[in-house]
């Protein structure tokens, strides 16, 4: 019987982290330590290397998500093994996992099998206090707003106006519409409010986009938390949030040093949703990671049409990064569902069906064409497919031109990647990227969403009613035209509906409502039904989560 991911990591020999950082060039001093394996890097030693020369950024992204598995965390760790197995100095960035999907359906996000980040059990559950900071930030703006509007309210914030909720990184779905203020003038204004998870928070977008602390109270105090009677924006500036949401992040943005199974430099740190953010790790731990290695692996989240999209077109164009390569994930199992084959039959060969589904790997493959960076696929293999489905796979990508590869990294580490890694780095370095992002600043915020889902996710055109049409032509005349923008969509189809799968065309994209997110400087376009508040399934993860007779953590995944 195979062993667990949570077995595999309870056996591997952990360096001190103090040698992990010697060996990317980090000083004793430049690291707070948390215990002998987790670390923060200081602000001194970041700033001490503003000046080097940076490395080649490497992305690795997925075909759209199936409940089959792709595997883009346990790719990247896989990659960044390889390329220093191979002999280069690489360091991969990942973001940190939430508490609600580790607890809920999803499990642990530490990659898996052979390639994996550890301590795992410490980084899928409170690792170095991150979100936990995050969370009380977010409250302590929402404390703010209610205590402001209790006392004189100056800021003339309507009651019924206010749109900053509360957070707490657990999936809870009744908590999603609450009343507050109940009991009495002596609890506050009574109104209706709710709450999201701590991942979709917009100061955990705010925390991942922010390029030091100074930028970071900045964007804080962009924050739009309601609006006054006559429908004037109130910021988080004018109930005095920015100091003290500050200095509960201070220590938080610190980017985390941790190590993977083969004593591989690995940076976690941030985690904002994939949906209702830009699901990136953080632009502070990417750039550091930059100026210490001459690789940097890192991830997007959901499929290329969110995540990478999203890296492109936000994080990259935010904070000035030009990606070098693309590793674009597959399974034949995800291509197989894609395909029509169900889940329960995804163990049998099915080559057609896996023919079919390559439609959807194609269709990513285009996409990706289109930012200028040039993309490798990597079959991400499991022991049930059959060469016969490969075959059709690396068939499929010749006709694209593409470099495919069969990776074991799961079963074998960083040996599965071998061939992986040095094909990547070889691109990398050959200066073929020609990044440049989708649209350009300038373009109407409407016009920006209807190049994307034309574009991007094959469809006929971007629909939406007359008031959400006004609200766009509102943040165009407020001065957020020039924003990037943010879709909100499901995962799991190029469509809004999660059951289109492999690559639908000529489907109408509605846009439901928009929002703005004035601190992380992008206006999110919400298409369909989005949770920002998750719930737990029939039989969550938490279920099957103890402490074994040795004080062990059994169950996590």
């Given amino acids: 019987m195979a062993k667990s991911d949570i077995e595999i990591a309870r056996e591997a020999t952990l360096k001190p982290i103090i040698e992990i950082g010697e060996s990317i060039g980090i000083p004793a001093s430049g690291l707070k ?9 200081t602000p001194d030693f970041i700033k001490s290397i503003a000046d080097k020369k940076e490395g080649k950024l490497i992305l690795v992204t997925a075909i759209s998500p199936t409940p089959a598995g792709e595997g883009k965390t346990t790719t990247t760790v896989g990659l960044g093994d390889g390329l220093n197995s191979i002999g280069k100095n690489a360091v991969i960035c990942l973001r940190e996992p939430s508490l609600g999907p580790c607890f809920g359906m999803k499990g642990g996000a530490a990659g898996g099998g052979y390639a994996q980040v550890v301590p795992m059990e410490d980084i899928n559950l409170h690792f170095t206090g991150d979100f936990h900071a995050i969370g009380a930030a977010h409250n302590l703006l929402s404390a703010l707003i209610d205590n402001h509007i209790h006392w ?5 914030i309507d009651p019924r106006r206010v749109t900053w909720k509360r957070v707490m990184d657990m999936n809870d779905r009744v908590l999603r519409e609450v009343t507050v203020g109940l009991g009495g003038p002596g609890n506050g204004t009574p109104r209706q409010s709710g709450f999201d998870i701590t991942v979709a928070s917009e100061v955990m977008a705010i925390f991942c986009l ?3 602390l100074d930028d970071l109270g900045r964007r804080i105090g962009n924050i739009v938390i309601g609006y006054t009677r006559d429908l004037k924006p109130v910021h988080a500036r004018d109930v005095n949030a920015p100091g003290a949401m500050t200095v509960l992040l201070k220590d938080a943005f610190m980017p985390n040093l941790v190590q993977t199974l083969e004593n591989n430099p690995a940076f976690i740190h941030g985690g904002p949703f994939a949906n209702i953010a830009h699901g990136c790790n953080s632009v502070i731990a990417t750039k550091t990671a930059l100026k210490l290695a001459d690789y940097v692996v890192t991830e997007a989240g959901f499929g290329a049409d969110l995540g990478a999209e ?4 936000i994080k990259c164009r935010k904070a000035g990064l030009h990606p070098d ?4 994930v ?7 569902m894609h395909g029509g084959v169900a889940r329960d039959q995804l163990t049998s060969e099915n080559v057609d069906a896996t023919k079919r589904g390559c439609e959807n790997l194609g269709k990513h493959i285009r996409n990706l064409s289109q930012f200028g960076v040039p993309t490798t696929v990597a079959i991400n293999r499991f022991s049930a497919d059959t060469d016969a489905e490969l075959s059709v796979i690396k068939a499929f990508c010749g006709e694209f031109g593409v470099q495919v590869f069969d990776c074991n990294h799961w079963g074998e580490g960083s040996k599965g990647t071998l061939e992986l890694a040095h094909h990547v780095a070889a691109v990398a370095d050959s200066g073929q990227a020609q990044f440049h992002t989708l649209y350009d600043d300038d373009m109407p915020l409407w016009d920006k969403a209807k190049h994307i889902a034309r574009t991007l996710y094959g469809a006929e055109d971007l629909i939406a009613d007359k008031k959400v049409r006004d609200q766009f032509a509102k943040f165009e005349a407020e001065g957020y035209g020039h924003f990037p923008v943010c879709m ?14 492999g690559a639908p065309k000529g489907h109408e994209v509605p846009v439901r409502e928009i929002r703005l997110a004035a601190g992380a400087e992008f206006v999110v376009v919400v298409c369909g039904d989005i949770m920002t508040m998750p719930g737990l399934p029939r039989v969550p993860s938490a279920d099957n989560i103890r402490l074994n007779d040795k004080g062990q953590v059994e169950g996590l995944f």
């Avoid at 330590?33 to 890097?41: C, E, P, S, T, V």
């Avoid at 004189?152 to 003339?156: E, L, M, Q, T």
């Avoid at 597959?330 to 197989?336: E, I, Y």
């Fill in 488 to 501: 909100a969509k499901t995962q799991y189809s190029f469509s809004t509906d999660p059951a289109l799968l």
């Fill in 325 to 328: 390569a693309v590793v674009l």
């Fill in 152 to 156: 004189d309210n100056k800021a003339g």
């Fill in 210 to 212: 922010a390029s030091d």
């Fill in 33 to 41: 330590l948390f215990g002998h394996d987790k670390a923060k890097i």
């Fill in 310 to 313: 999203k890296f492109f077109d």
């Fill in 330 to 336: 597959a399974t034949a199992r995800a291509l197989k």
